[in-house]
């Protein structure tokens, strides 16, 4: 990235203090933690490696893309295909809610700020009439009117994730702030790899979808009735 109008559009959409409430929500690493999986920084940074890698990577990036690409074009039809692929597709009502809060706060926020063009405008509008606007929707939209480009954007998305869920092993596990920048950066190259494998899925034909992830499936629907919780999910 060489521009910096677009570096500095990255860094306001990446910011913790963006009001989508990204830092309610563990999506199930505070189960994990509650069910001994992760219990010191090394598992936490395997849990968050693996969830990039192997959970993230195969579906929610790839369609994160498809979405970018939607946007560019203005196709409506796609952007509420793939809007509703990604909502059916949340194994929990926890996952659901989560990316419809936060995919509503940042749709909201895209309207009151008046990024985009009016096409992008009307297109969101009418998305959020029809059904519940996603996370990686909104965010992909914002990016857009942004005009960022779609590897720095999924870049940024991967990286919010990523500190949301270093964020939550702090309080949780718990860890300490020096411990938790460690695992931030050792995410860095797994941001990267993330991304390359999101866009070769996200490129073949069809794309490349895949939310096989029972386990985390498992332990989001028990932390819906976990005894004790600083999270939404």
Not at 193 to 202: D, F, G, L, S, Y
Request: proline share 4%; net charge negative.
């Amino acid at each position: 990235m060489t521009n910096p109008q677009q570096l500095l559009s990255l860094l306001h959409l990446a910011s913790p203090a963006l009001p989508i409430g990204g830092f309610s929500y563990s999506q199930g690493l505070e189960s994990a933690i509650d069910s001994g999986i992760v219990v010191d920084a090394d598992t936490a940074r395997d849990w968050i490696r693996e969830n990039l890698l192997h959970v993230q990577a195969h579906a929610e990036l790839p369609l994160w893309l498809l979405l970018h690409r939607a946007w560019r074009k203005r196709d409506v039809e796609a952007l509420r295909r793939w809007n509703h692929w990604f909502l059916t597709s949340r194994e929990s009502a926890e996952l659901r809610l989560e990316t419809e809060q936060m995919g509503w706060s940042l749709a909201k926020l895209i309207g009151q700020m008046q990024w985009g063009d009016d096409a992008l405008q009307e297109a969101l509008s009418a998305l959020s009439a029809l059904s519940p606007v996603c996370l990686p929707t909104a965010f992909a939209a914002a990016c857009v009117a942004l005009d960022v480009e779609e590897k720095d954007g999924l870049a940024a998305y991967c990286f919010t994730w990523a500190e949301n869920q270093v964020a939550a092993a702090i309080k949780a596990v718990p860890l300490g702030q020096v411990a938790g920048q460690r695992i931030l950066g050792d995410m860095h190259r797994c941001v990267l790899e993330a991304v390359e494998e999101a866009t070769r899925r996200a490129d073949a034909d069809p794309p490349e979808l895949s939310t096989f992830s029972p386990m985390l499936g498992l332990l989001s629907a028990r932390h819906e009735t976990q005894y004790s919780r600083l999270f939404r999910s």
